[in-house]
């Protein structure tokens, strides 16, 4: 069973940061992409920040020169480093994972359960 563990998320003021953490743990074969997604009350989720296994990511427009991402291989841990938060930042954070169970079965996605991030002061 493939599992999704969040850290990391809580309450900070304007201009703070955070960091939040994803571990997958459980069985599997190969992990593509891992990446973090956010829904904010009364919104659609979307896409955060997402890297693939080649290192390559990629940034919603929004978070692009305030957000990072970046990865533990050993670890099969992502991370979310989140600096300047603005109010609008306020969101439950998913966690992704796009891997494959076992070298039979395609991949497909899995979620975490989600972390809160508030910013407000």
């Known amino acids: 069973q493939v599992q999704l563990v969040e850290s990391g998320g809580g309450l900070v003021q304007p201009g703070g940061s955070l960091r939040l953490s994803c571990a997958a743990s459980?069985?599997?074969?190969?992990?593509?992409?891992m990446g973090w997604y956010r829904q904010a009350p009364g919104k659609q989720r979307e896409l955060v920040a997402a890297i693939t296994s080649a290192g390559s990511t990629n940034y919603a427009d929004s978070v692009k020169g305030r957000f990072t991402i970046f990865r533990d291989v050993a670890r099969n841990t992502v991370y979310l480093q989140m600096n300047s938060l603005k109010a609008e930042d306020t969101a439950v954070y998913y966690c992704n994972a796009d891997l494959r169970p076992a070298p039979s079965i395609r991949a497909k996605d899995y979620w975490g359960q989600g972390t809160q991030v508030t910013v407000s002061s």
């Open positions: 459980g069985r599997f074969f190969s992990i593509n992409a």
